[in-house]
């Protein structure tokens, strides 16, 4: 799934990936009443609601992008009715021939992250047929627990050539409180950068491993550091925009070859039409509003790349 | 909700609960048979079959325990059919007044972990509605992430009076590699237990705080240890009987209160019929293998709390 990743990546020219995380206040207001009156104010409703919302940004960015990532906790507030948007979500970026990234950060035992595995990239058994529930490109995978917490998705990875991105470094602001902490004089996301590109050469793709590492946007001193810890696994790059990261302070985590990173935005894009900059469209074009958002990232990230 | 937890293993005596983790090889074929002549051998048709296995083990022990806890991993594998599966679990556990523990290792950034809160623990808005889609009373939580990724979960714990387990020490082979990694001289489980404790603080029930702790059966020693760290979390403790863990390894994650620990049996409790101790109940009678292998976890754990 990396090389696929990476010929989108080069097709398009764009080496970012476009968060469907969407809030239901990102959600424009005649789209929920359309669903609501459809489906009532219920989870049924609200996952309608989303799922249209999506459906509207998928269409006006697909030829753009190479790849999308939806966070699933946006869809696991609203139950079962939200997981059903997610995997219609999942299935309609397929039909678009967009790589999904699920990011879902699980990460349990072994037995445990096997039917996560099974279930986010892999396939079960029922009986006599096999079915493969959300059929993910690849997930977000939370380090915690070690090499037997992992082993059951890299397996999956090998056996359908998916992917993973393995928490490293994450965006957020209390990121440090464990991640920075000094073990044998380096910080606990270098050792865990260290076991991904461990895990990571065990399976290769062509030129980079299916397995890569979450790096956040907001660290970038970091992501410079890691992308020599890590050569050959791509990083996933969130908290570019909304989040505080711009396109110049994201040149160090791709390689000199110009791959080795993708970057995502979640809001920066889908609510784009909430922003003074796209205000503009007004939220009936709110998806032609994520259109010129995903030009204007391209456009930033390309620019930095090409400058450095 | 810890304040209910502890009522009720007051009254059970049984500082146990069991661990809902049904994997379709655990389902006796002719519960299986039932479900796939009704719904055919589809994705709907094993979560109806683990419902039904859940059930009848629900119905057999309700009485004599005071929690249970489902592994969402084992539902999330059967993709939307799973999840409301476990939607199921959760909601006839509360009509037989068990707590429900969510196993669900959430964690994310803040906005993300608000949304994991909302679906799991707290509820959601929609139009003028509110829905509880998932309503556990607890969930776990990784901590990888820090503070800002934990405290929306514990926001919602003061609001509506749930609680957390947080990973600090896990039960599997690999939980060192990270986990026992020393920093400033102490391992950072360590350092962890140290945050749980203060993110508890700010989260007391009557006599033990909302937010608890994962620690496995597995490393007494370091159960021992980490008791004196947390002493008003509650500790959650995974990994005794299939994974190795025995009730006498067990005495020093429980206060001298007698409280302060509730220790999880999942395979050993629900597929108790497929072992040589529980063999003469054979497939059909399962949930009274499950009911006596429950008696036999209360009485090996209670005679090693009242010998120490």
């Known amino acids: 799934m990396i090389d696929r990743l990476i010929e989108k990546i080069k097709k398009t020219g764009a080496p970012i990936v476009v968060g469907l995380d969407p809030m239901l206040s990102y959600v424009p207001e005649y789209i929920q009443k359309k669903s609501f009156a459809e489906y009532g104010e219920t989870l049924e409703g609200a996952a309608d609601a989303v799922w249209n919302f999506n459906r509207e940004i998928i269409d006006a960015t697909y030829d753009l992008i190479p790849a999308v990532k939806p966070q699933v906790a946006m869809y696991e507030q609203f139950g079962v009715e939200g997981m059903r948007a997610f995997q219609r979500t999942v299935a309609y970026c397929h039909e678009k021939d967009l790589v999904v990234i699920g990011d879902v950060k699980r990460g349990d035992i072994g037995s445990t992250s096997a039917a996560y595995a099974a279930g986010h990239l892999g396939s079960v058994q029922v009986g006599s047929r096999t079915y493969a529930p959300f059929d993910e490109d690849f997930i977000t995978v939370n380090p915690y627990l070690g090499t037997d917490g992992i082993k059951p998705f890299a397996d999956v990875c090998k056996e359908k050539k998916k992917g993973l991105f393995i928490l490293v470094k994450t965006s957020n602001p209390s990121s440090g409180e464990f991640q920075d902490r000094l073990i044998d004089g380096k910080p606990l996301y ?58 110049k302070d994201l040149v160090h985590y791709f390689n000199e070859d110009g791959l080795g990173a993708i970057v995502n935005s979640s809001r920066g894009i889908i609510a784009a039409y909430r922003q003074d ?18 030009i204007d990232m391209i456009e930033d990230i390309g620019s930095a790349i090409a400058a450095r």
């Open 277 to 294: 900059a796209y205000a503009r469209f007004g939220a009936e074009n709110f998806a032609d509003a994520s259109r010129q958002a995903v």
């Open 190 to 247: 270098e050792h865990v950068a260290e076991k991904v590109a461990a895990w990571g050469a065990d399976c290769m793709g062509d030129s980079y491993s299916q397995i890569g590492a979450v790096v956040g946007a907001t660290y970038p001193e970091i992501g410079k550091a890691l992308r020599k810890v890590m050569p050959k696994s791509f990083i996933l790059v969130p908290g570019y925009g909304a989040q505080g990261g711009k396109g």
